[in-house]
């Protein structure tokens, strides 16, 4: 079985600083995907970025990286000067790469508010 | 940038009624999925589909779901006799996947979801 955790509900940052959401991950699968999806107000759920257990090198995407540490089962998601438009609810996911299996395990989320 | 597209973005029903939730994945994808969230709690999947029938489906997907895919571009869920505890956000979603297993890098594009609220 695959399990995300998410230990921060809500978080604060200033505008144009830089803030870090935990995401610690627990599963037995040998190959597996991470993902973060941000889900502002309106609902929808938009992809910001993927990591594979495999990646040597830690995922970017513009202003997002995933700070992977695959020891540790954490795959914390870094945004870069933030922005007002960053505050939304934000969830980490996961995935087995592996026995035909698709579907995604979500986290609780953590509620990021941009402050101006 | 191509979009999952969902109708209704609202639903209103009283329990024990039918309802089907529309979707249209975008058109090159090959993986079609519906997940649910509950107000103020996880996104839960629900079931995955592939080639014309279910490839993986979780324990909430009993036997009053059911997912069609009745002609080339839309993708339904239907509820059967609804339950007060269906009330949910249900999401439609898609992912490309040319190559399956190890290795593969899916982007999960997600619809708007439709609002089911059963009364």
């Known amino acids: 079985a695959q399990k995300i955790t998410q230990t921060q509900p809500g978080m604060f940052v200033q505008e144009k600083e830089a803030v870090t959401l935990d995401c610690t991950y627990d599963t037995s699968d040998p190959s597996y995907g991470l993902f973060w999806y941000k889900q502002p107000s309106s609902g929808e759920m938009i992809f910001l970025i993927y990591q594979g257990s495999y990646d040597q090198q830690n995922a970017t995407e513009g202003r997002y990286s995933l700070n992977f540490q695959k020891a540790r089962k954490s795959a914390n998601l870094v945004i870069s000067a933030s922005q007002l438009g960053d505050s939304a609810m934000y969830f980490c996911a996961m995935r087995s790469l592996g026995g035909g299996r698709r579907a995604l395990t979500f986290g609780s989320g953590t509620r990021l508010q941009v402050q101006p | 940038e191509p979009e999952v597209t969902q109708t209704p973005s609202h639903q209103v029903t009283q329990m024990g009624q039918e309802v089907i939730l529309r979707c249209v994945p975008i058109s090159n994808h090959l993986y079609f999925y519906w997940y649910r969230q509950i107000l103020g709690q996880k996104v839960e999947f629900l079931v995955s589909?592939?080639?014309?029938?279910?490839?993986?489906k979780s324990e909430i997907f009993d036997d009053q779901f059911s997912v069609e895919r009745p002609d080339g571009s839309n993708f339904t869920l239907k509820i059967r006799s609804t339950k007060l505890e269906d009330s949910a956000m249900y999401f439609c979603?898609?992912?490309?996947?040319?190559?399956?297993?190890?290795?593969?890098?899916?982007?999960?594009?997600f619809g708007s979801g439709t609002q089911l609220s059963v009364l």
């Open positions: 979603a898609s992912s490309e996947s040319r190559a399956k297993g190890i290795g593969t890098n899916e982007k999960l594009f």
């Open positions: 589909f592939y080639n014309n029938e279910i490839s993986e």
